[in-house]
């Protein structure tokens, strides 16, 4: 059970540090998202 949180939070991080990148180099990266 611990290690299905541990690999949904780490899916979770990097979803979000994906979506930061494309906004930084996307303008309208959020809109696509």
């Known amino acids: 059970m611990t290690l ?3 690999v949904g939070r780490t899916i ?3 979803l979000r ?3 930061v ?3 930084a180099h ?3 990266g959020h809109v696509a998202l």
Do not use: T
């Open 17 to 19: 540090v994906i979506s």
């Open 26 to 28: 996307v303008p309208f």
């Open 12 to 14: 979770v991080v990097n």
């Open 4 to 6: 299905l949180i541990w």
């Open 21 to 23: 990148g494309i906004r």
